[in-house]
């Protein structure tokens, strides 16, 4: 079975610049996961999605971070503009509806904004 | 208060000792509880979890978990080199809907 599947790995922009971050869940997860992890901190939550429906987005940042799952399978989280701020590693995760605690991390995309 | 709380370490122990790693919760409603390893640069991984106060094991893991205290430890029996990481503590609040809170981690190393 893949498992969670992110691009890039990794990347670096300018501040000010936009950026966008994908994921592609575990087959068959119909929840999906964004999480913010920034070096020597635990992942925080940006926004959970219960298929195409993003059930708790309390701690994303609206006036700069959007995020999609039109179709309920992947995931696009989106950042425009950057700042210097947000150089962080963003990780997704998925849970399946019947194992719905255990949470699978992606690699995540590391990002630099210079 | 942070809401979950974990000693930074690094925590050493030499190999084939037991080690013990400990979380502090303030959410008396949580429900459920998690340990995830995370290897240096690595995403984290998920080793166990526990429900119910007492103890939980799965190989040499095993999890405590004491709700009147609000405390959840993981030991490691037989620790080896390769357990050397960090270790999240992670908790499902009150709320529910697997909103997980992670503490900062402990870094374990684990000495030859």
């Known amino acids: 079975e893949a498992g969670v599947v992110q691009s890039p790995r990794y990347k670096i922009i300018e501040k000010k610049q936009p950026v966008a971050f994908w994921c592609n869940p575990i087959?068959?997860?119909?929840?999906l996961y964004w999480y913010l992890q920034n070096l020597g901190q635990g992942p925080e939550l940006l926004i959970r999605?219960?298929?195409?429906?993003?059930?708790?987005d309390s701690q994303l940042p609206k006036d700069r971070f959007s995020a999609e799952r039109l179709k309920g399978v992947d995931s696009t989280l989106k950042i425009q503009p950057a700042e210097l701020g947000d150089s962080a590693v963003y990780l997704c995760a998925s849970s399946s509806r019947d194992r719905a605690v255990e949470q699978f991390f992606g690699p995540g995309t590391r990002l630099t904004v210079l | 208060q942070k809401e979950v709380e974990q000693n930074s370490g690094p925590l050493s122990v030499p190999e084939g000792a037991i080690a013990s790693l400990n979380c502090t919760y303030s959410d008396r409603g949580s429900q459920s509880f998690f340990w995830y390893r995370q290897y240096s640069g690595k995403s984290p991984e998920l080793i166990m979890f526990i429900y119910s106060n007492g103890d939980k094991e799965d190989g040499r893991f095993t999890a405590q978990l004491n709700k009147a205290s609000q405390y959840v430890s993981l030991l490691i029996r037989d620790s080896q080199p390769s357990d050397s990481a960090t270790y999240l503590c992670a908790v499902n609040g009150a709320g529910g809907g697997n909103k997980l809170t992670f503490g900062t981690g402990t870094q374990l190393k684990v000495e030859l």
């Open positions: 087959s068959g997860h119909n929840t």
């Open positions: 999605y219960e298929n195409e429906e993003a059930v708790d």
